[in-house]
T-cell receptor
Framework: EAQVTQNPRYLITVTGKKLTVTCSQN?????MSWYRQDPGLGLRQIYYSMNVEVTDKGDVPEGYKVSRKEKRNFPLILESPSPNQTSLYFC????????????FGPGTRLTVL | QKEVEQNSGPLSVPEGAIASLNCTYSDRGSQSFFWYRQYSGKSPELIMFIYSNGDKEDGRFTAQLNKASQYVSLLIRDSQPSDSATYLCAVKDYGQNFVFGPGTRLSVLP
């Protein structure tokens, strides 16, 4: 089944404890992206990647890192999480080209205490 | 900064009516336009996309694009309570990155 998977789906952690949220897609998509969603603020892009080893900042990159060493994987790293990073996170992917939709993962609900 | 704007709502319509959702975008280089539906706590799912001026119909949904006015809309005919959700407008810019609007919350009243 073609899909975008994220792990973990739910995570409660404490301030300063490094964590990684994994994202993987099995559709051979070039483009991948991370978003966070907070009540009343819509989807805000954190980082995106056009292909392997190519990443760019989105609107809210502070406090996050990403890497794209393989085409299928795009992990999101929080080196020192803080409570203001408590949010619902979505990973998404798309084929390159203008006329291809973006597919979303199921989301990761992160709480930082 | 590239922007996509939508009325946040809530937009309330009675069951069976037409719901009209609007979106404007700032980047004239935008190439394609997508409408996603998102239920609370769930991931967005694609309803339809459009890239040529004019109308595109898919079942009860019609997308309309006017590139000169930098305006895209989504009409939902015969609205059902199950259509109650947040509708996200997304634009794919010239660099092939997606830019999302803040979403419009639609409530269809039985």
């Amino acid at each position: 089944e073609a899909q975008v998977t994220q792990n973990p789906r739910y995570l409660i952690t404490v301030t300063g404890k490094k964590l990684t949220v994994t994202c993987s897609q099995n559709m051979n998509h070039e483009y991948m992206s991370w978003y966070r969603q907070d009540p009343g603020l819509g989807l805000r892009q954190i980082y995106y990647s056009m292909n392997v080893e190519v990443t760019d900042k989105g609107d809210v990159p502070e406090g996050y890192k990403v890497s794209r060493k393989e085409k299928r994987n795009f992990p999101l790293i929080l080196e020192s999480p803080s409570p203001n990073q408590t949010s619902l996170y979505f990973c998404a992917s798309s084929l390159a080209g203008y006329y291809n939709e973006q597919f979303f993962g199921p989301g990761t609900r992160l709480t930082v205490l | 900064q590239k922007e996509v704007e939508q009325n946040s709502g809530p937009l309330s319509v009675p069951e069976g009516a037409i719901a009209s959702l609007n979106c404007t975008y700032s980047d004239r280089g935008s190439q394609s336009f997508f409408w996603y539906r998102q239920y609370s706590g769930k991931s967005p799912e694609l309803i339809m996309f459009i890239y040529s001026n004019g109308d595109k119909e898919d079942g009860r949904f019609t997308a309309q694009l006017n590139k000169a006015s930098q305006y895209v809309s989504l009409l939902i005919r015969d609205s059902q309570p199950s259509d109650s959700a947040t509708y996200l407008c997304a634009v794919k810019d010239y660099g092939q990155n997606f830019v999302f609007g803040p979403g419009t919350r639609l409530s269809v009243l039985p």
